[in-house]
């Protein structure tokens, strides 16, 4: 069994893209520029704007925040977009979600340009995706994708279940590897399937995004099959400062002694997600 290691890879990808950026800013006297909007106070969206402000620094990128409180109008924030849209200066940006109640988010990402959509959730983007023309991916998508790559798995040919399908994570991957690069068959497992055992034991790769802590076993389980864990799910512990850890989908210590390959939960691929936006920022810069 081979661990998959996300931050190793993450690190690797960072240098070039600093590479990258060092000779965009040598030709056009500035650095991509990624700004992020944040509204109110989430803890997960609080440290993960930090953590991208942070990965902008490593790699040589000028990065942005604005903020805003929990209760900010639908115009403040709308005109928040409007000028960042317009800002030559701005390469990319993104509206960290999930956003209070009273605002529609469905609205609020179709009002970004999506020349700067560096999440890749402009229904421009998903539908140029979809049919296989350039556009920015959503990032866990993305950053799995280049984990298969850099660990020269082996998709083409190979049954490939996806348990999932949310906007985010579960429907788009399953679009990605289905089209020629990847060139896996796909199956899209979700809350309403049957037989979910019976199937997952046919898979060459799992990708599992349902949220539900330990839901893959063992049992569902072919031997040698690839094991992609996207579930963080913050779940209980007595083991921790905080008081919680972070759980993935797999019941790993089970799961991993059948795989070739499975990635842990920290440390698969979360880090991965976080680069993708590098990389579509750098994308954009050019």
């Known amino acids: 069994m081979i661990l998959i290691d996300g931050n190793k890879v993450a690190k690797e990808v960072k240098e070039e893209i600093a590479l990258e950026a060092k000779k965009i800013a040598d030709k056009r006297g500035r650095a991509p520029h990624l700004a992020a909007i944040l509204v109110g106070h989430d803890g997960g969206s609080e440290s993960y704007v930090n953590f991208k402000m942070k990965d902008c620094h490593e790699v040589g990128f000028e990065s942005s925040l604005i903020r805003f409180e929990d209760d900010a109008t639908e115009k403040e924030l709308f005109d928040a977009i409007e000028k960042l849209n317009n800002d030559p200066q701005i390469d ?19 009002a970004i340009n999506p020349d700067k959509d ?33 660990y020269n798995i082996e998709t083409s040919g190979k049954h490939c279940v996806v348990i999932g399908r949310s906007n985010i994570v579960g429907r788009p991957m399953s679009v990605l590897m289905s089209q020629k ?25 799992i990708i599992s995004a349902m949220g539900k802590p330990g839901f893959v076993t063992a049992d569902m389980v072919k031997d040698g099959a690839v094991i992609i864990d996207v579930g963080t799910t913050r779940v209980p512990s007595d083991k921790t400062k905080s008081g919680f850890k972070l759980a993935g989908d797999v019941d790993f210590e089970n799961v991993a002694q059948k795989c070739s390959y499975i990635t842990p939960v920290p440390g698969g691929v979360g880090p991965m997600t976080r680069l993708a936006l590098l990389l579509n920022t750098l994308e954009a810069a050019k």
């Open 181 to 205: 690069e990847m060139n896996s068959t796909v199956t899209v497992l979700h809350s309403g399937s049957k037989n979910i055992k019976e199937i997952c034991q046919t898979a060459d790769i």
């Open 118 to 150: 560096v999440d890749g959730f402009h229904p421009v983007n998903v539908g140029k995706m979809m049919t296989g023309l350039p556009s920015f991916v959503s990032a866990t998508p993305m950053g799995i994708t280049i984990l298969l790559k850099r």
């Open 92 to 110: 990319g940006f993104i509206v960290q979600l999930p956003l209070p109640r009273h605002f529609d988010e469905h609205k609020v990402l179709e």
